[in-house]
């Protein structure tokens, strides 16, 4: 079992950044692919940027390539997302998300753990 808390969403202006953070509970974190994903009102939960278990090799979504970096700190068990550049099709609701099965974690469906989610809001 691997509990997710995210922290550090809030309100932003375009061209801003954030940092968030999803600290997990458990030994076994390097093990796992970890991912964030968004959900804004009204759209399906999307896919944002993952990273490999034990390798840390990154991978991102085509509309926050160049401005969103994610990594992780096994030691620390947690891992984060920065997010510069900011625009305001960036709002949502950003999840973490660890996956036991797979290499990367791209897919919804291959997510053993989600957190509860913290809210990016980017204003104009």
């Known amino acids: 079992q691997v509990q997710l808390v995210e922290s550090g969403g809030g309100l932003v202006q375009a061209g801003g950044s954030l940092r968030l953070s999803c600290a997990a509970s458990g030994r076994t974190f390097s093990t796992y692919a970890m991912g964030w994903f968004r959900q804004a009102p009204g759209k399906k939960r999307e896919f944002v940027a993952t990273?490999?278990?034990?390798?840390?090799?990154?991978h991102y979504a085509d509309s926050v390539k160049g401005r969103f970096t994610i990594f992780r700190d096994n030691a620390k068990n947690t891992m984060y997302l920065q997010m510069n550049s900011l625009k305001i099709e960036d709002t949502a609701v950003y999840y973490c998300?660890?996956?036991?099965?797979?290499?990367?974690?791209?897919?919804?469906?291959?997510?053993?753990?989600w957190g509860q989610g913290t809210q990016v809001t980017v204003s104009s």
């Open positions: 990273i490999r278990r034990n390798s840390g090799i990154p």
């Open positions: 998300a660890a996956g036991g099965g797979p290499l990367v974690l791209v897919d919804s469906g291959r997510v053993d753990y």
